[in-house]
Structure formats: structure tokens, C-alpha cells
């Protein structure tokens, strides 16, 4: 009976070792970008056909690239919220709408360009949206300039609620904007963002 308890306990402890390994380094992985530097790109600007490269807002020091879509539930449900960041924080920081589809007609992304009053850039080759390493939208990743680059400071969701605003109770995005402004630390620098996945 007691060296069945010790198998049963050994292999409940083999499993913890197995399940903490693991999540140790998708932790890792996760946190990988925080901090990094994210190079220089140029994409359309859908707002006036014309190209729009990262290094252009060098001289703001916080650039906010939101991954969205005009088709996406998720997106649609934080338009009103997403102008109103915009609006509340256009002082300090730029805002770039990026959309990594290439199934949406012209008009269709002129509208909802329109609706934003921001850049909004088309990564149809999902050539940023890879090297952001973003997988729905919306998602978001907040750089911060240094020494003529762009590192990124925090990624992932707006806030805890995507469905209703009435009952969001934190706002990782705006806390996040409001720590870089303040020259304070951002505690953590990832949420796991809720939406549409990104289609390859």
C-alpha cells in the first residue's frame, strides 16, 4: 500500500515538474518582445494612399500600434473606446491602426479609416503583423523611443472586458500609456488579448 502511495506521489510530482517546466517557458516566450527593439517598416496609409514608415513619428516618443479589423466583432465592439484613447492621449502618444487582412475591399477600409481619424495602415503581406508576432485583433503593442529606435513596452489586450465598456475594471492599455508618461515602470507587460484570430 505504501509503495503504491509513493508511485501515485512520485508521478503527482513528476506531473507538477512537467506542468511548471512548461509554463516557465511559455512565460519566456510570451515576454520575449517586452524591451526589444522593433525595427523600422513602411506600410499604406489607407487614410491617403500614401506610404507611412515607423521612423516617421521618431520625434513622438510613444507610438501605440493597434492590430485590428473591419471585420471582426471583437474590433467593432472597442471602435467607440479606441477614439476616445486616442482622443484623451493624442498629446503623447501616436496611434497606428494596423490591419493584416487583404480580403476587404477599398471603400470598406476607407470607411472604417475614416471612423478611427488615425493613421491606418494595410499589412496585407502580414509581414508587421509577423514580426509583431501578433495573433488576433484587437491586439496592441505600445513602443517607446530611445536613442532614435522604437522598444516595445507592452502587448496584448486594451482592457479586461471587450464585449461591454460599462463593465471593463481594468484598462491595461491606458494603465500602460499612463505608466510611460509618468516615467514609471509598467508592472506587466503582457495580457492575453481576446478576438478574432488572425487568418494566415
Known sequence: ??????????????????????????????N?????????????NVQDDKNVSLNDFLPQSLVVIIV??????????YKDRLI?????????AKFLFLNPENTQDATKLQETAKTYQSTYLLDKDQKITTLLQATKTPEVFVLQANVG?????YHGAIDDNPQVAEDVTKKYLEDALQNLINKKNIEVNYYKPTGCMIKK
Open 1 to 30: 500500500m505504501k509503495n503504491f502511495l509513493l508511485g501515485v506521489n512520485l508521478k503527482s510530482f513528476h506531473k507538477s515538474l512537467v506542468f511548471l517546466f512548461f509554463l516557465i517557458i511559455f512565460s519566456k516566450n510570451i
Open 32 to 44: 520575449a518582445q517586452v524591451n526589444q527593439k522593433v525595427e523600422n517598416f513602411t506600410l499604406l
Open 68 to 77: 485590428t479589423s473591419a471585420s471582426c466583432p471583437y474590433s467593432n465592439s
Open 84 to 92: 476616445n484613447l486616442v482622443k484623451k492621449y493624442e498629446k503623447n
Open 149 to 153: 529606435s522604437f522598444f516595445l513596452k
